[in-house]
């Protein structure tokens, strides 16, 4: 059993992305039923209604204060915290007890009393961690590109932290997406195991290079700061300094949700344009002909990069935007901090096409390596079996690593 935050096809975001992924993954060898918070299920009439309840909640401006307050009181995030308030861990005991699973995965936030249930019936527990909410909250607090982004950030730093610390030492599995956030999260909150399972991308067809870069673009889904952030600093940064150096004078900003914050500066430069949701990211990537990911804040790693890798689009990025990827400064993609650098950077592929081959083709080939559905399928694979493991099976495997004095496996990150 598999609950999640929101139910993830299609896949409009990184975070859905990914959830899809992970399901997927499971189905190649498992049955697996996913629970989503804001989809009903008609074989579960208790979890409906905690849906039910869950929208009450969110559209009650009373009902939005309170649940924020007692999330901060609790160490909580307010979406979980609405969630308990709607009796979804009530919800989730009738459905374990109805479906008997041979396992719980978890992803976030729903942790707080979800874990419990879990517990109770000693069933084991997979939690989807992906990255540590704590140093993401935090990078925010720093970089928001309003004050309001930074606010908000700051109350969760408070939370979020605690809420891991709390349930991450209960899980059987944890689940990240890179060996950094494995490191940190294996040191700061102790499960029992920790396993990378990376971010993965479909493999698509190599995408037509234009004869020169026609906009710099970026990709995201705008509700979170740190892509509020990057694209905000790319309309009024980096934008100006490319055309300044002769470069292409237009922006293109793909994605849902584009906040007031970006569209007054989008008003402000009439070379930007956002295009809100779109059939096909991969043709205006294409068209543009160029992906640049300022991004400066968040955890985890960047979906949109391995996105435009897949189909040999070139990329700029920060180092925290490229953080926790596989993927090498002059080799797959280009690395710059400041937005000078960054527009220098640009230029670079503008006047070179031969460049901005070499750099796609290298990074459609690290995708297909380390990045595929298939490269996802083995690493979720790996991370389960120890925990659908007969019994018999996995003493037999600690007697043995003990008579070896190796440590069981799974104790330690990988």
């Not at 975070?15 to 918070?37: F, I, K, P, S």
């Not at 909250?137 to 004050?147: E, K």
């Not at 399972?197 to 990709?219: C, G, M, R, S, T």
């Not at 490229?322 to 280009?334: F, K, N, Q, T």
Request: glycine share 6%.
């Amino acid at each position: 059993m598999y609950l999640t935050a929101d139910w993830p096809w299609p896949p409009t975001s990184g975070g859905r992305l990914q959830a899809t992924h992970l399901a997927d993954a499971m189905r190649v060898e498992h049955d697996v039923t996913v629970l989503a918070a804001d989809r009903e299920d008609d074989r579960f009439p208790a979890w409906s209604g905690a849906v039910r309840a869950i929208r009450a909640r969110r559209s009650s401006p009373a009902r939005r204060a309170v649940d924020a307050a007692r999330a901060l009181a609790a160490g909580r995030q307010v979406l979980l915290q609405r969630m308990l308030s709607a009796g979804g861990p009530a919800a989730l005991s009738e459905v374990l007890d109805a479906m008997r699973p041979d396992l719980v995965v978890l992803g976030r936030p729903y942790f707080d009393g979800f874990v419990d249930v879990a517990a109770e019936r000693r069933l084991p527990l997979m939690i989807e961690a992906n990255e540590d909410l704590l140093r993401a909250s935090r990078s925010i607090a720093r970089h928001g590109a309003t004050l309001r982004a930074r606010l908000v950030a700051t109350v969760d730093s408070l939370v979020v932290g605690r809420m891991q610390r709390r349930n991450y030492a209960r899980a059987d599995q944890l689940l990240v997406c890179s060996p950094i956030e494995a490191d940190i999260l294996a040191a700061t909150s102790h499960p029992k195991r920790v396993s990378v399972v990376p971010n993965v991308v479909p493999a698509v067809p190599a995408a037509p290079q234009p004869d020169e870069i026609k906009a710099i673009a970026f990709l995201g889904a705008y509700g979170y700061a740190p892509n509020e952030a990057a694209a905000i600093e790319l309309i009024e940064e980096i934008l100006p300094r490319v055309a300044a150096l002769g470069g292409p004078n237009a922006a293109v900003l793909i994605g849902r949700d584009p906040t007031r914050r970006m569209r007054r500066s989008a008003d402000a430069h009439p070379a930007a344009r956002l295009t809100g949701e779109v059939p096909d990211v991969v043709a205006e990537l294409s068209a543009a002909g160029v992906l640049v990911v300022p991004v400066r804040s968040g955890a985890g790693t960047r979906v949109k990069i391995l996105e435009a890798a897949a189909a040999g689009i070139p990329t700029v990025s920060t180092p925290f935007g490229a953080e926790g990827l596989d993927l090498r400064d002059e080799i797959e993609l280009l690395i710059a901090s400041t937005p000078d650098e960054i527009a220098v950077a640009v230029m670079r592929l503008h006047a070179d096409p031969d460049l901005r081959r070499r750099l796609g083709a290298a990074a459609r080939s690290a995708v297909a390596e380390r990045y595929s559905i298939e490269a996802g399928r083995r690493a979720v694979g790996a991370a389960m079996a120890p925990l659908l493991a007969a019994p018999d099976e996995t003493d037999a495997a600690a007697s043995a690593s003990r008579l070896a004095g190796e440590p069981p496996a799974g104790a330690s990150s990988t």
